[in-house]
């Protein structure tokens, strides 16, 4: 697959997502781990992976999917409520962990409400995710044991 910087990229609809910001490659085989898109809307960045793609020419890529419909993954966002499975109240996201060199989310911290204690949860533990809201699908006392 070749993606090249400043190429144009457009949801599955053809809407205009951005442009090509920066291509990550993966450093054992060379192949491209990442794409970074500039939307032009300052600090709103997206990062996509080759298996986002249906289809990329040199001055355009083409992605699965649309932006403005829901998608199955949501991301972890700082200041929202985190609930474990039975709905308990945790505490709130205060501190987003994410890849150095993807930037991807790989966990988040969280200072819970009835402790002084913080818990770095994974984001494999997320069940579903809300500008607002997070709800794992564990315990709080399976966070505690693991």
Do not use: C
Not at 57 to 78: C, F, N, R, S, T
């Amino acid at each position: 697959m070749e993606i090249e910087y400043g190429a144009k990229v457009v949801d599955k609809n053809r809407k205009v997502v951005g442009v090509v910001d920066k291509v990550l490659l993966d450093k054992w085989s060379g192949e491209i781990a990442k794409f970074k898109v500039n939307t032009g809307k300052g600090e709103t960045d997206l990062l996509f992976s080759p298996d986002d793609v249906l289809e990329a020419a040199p001055h355009e890529v083409k992605l699965k999917i649309a932006l403005d419909e829901p998608q199955p993954q949501m991301g972890v966002e700082y200041g929202a409520e985190v609930v474990d499975k039975n709905g308990r109240l945790l505490g709130k996201v205060d501190y987003i962990v994410s890849d150095a060199w993807t930037g991807e989310s790989s966990g988040f911290k969280v200072s819970l409400a009835k402790s002084k204690t913080d818990l770095i949860i994974s984001t494999e533990h997320v069940v579903e995710a809300t500008p607002a809201r997070v709800r794992l699908g564990v315990t709080l006392e399976e966070l505690e044991s693991a």
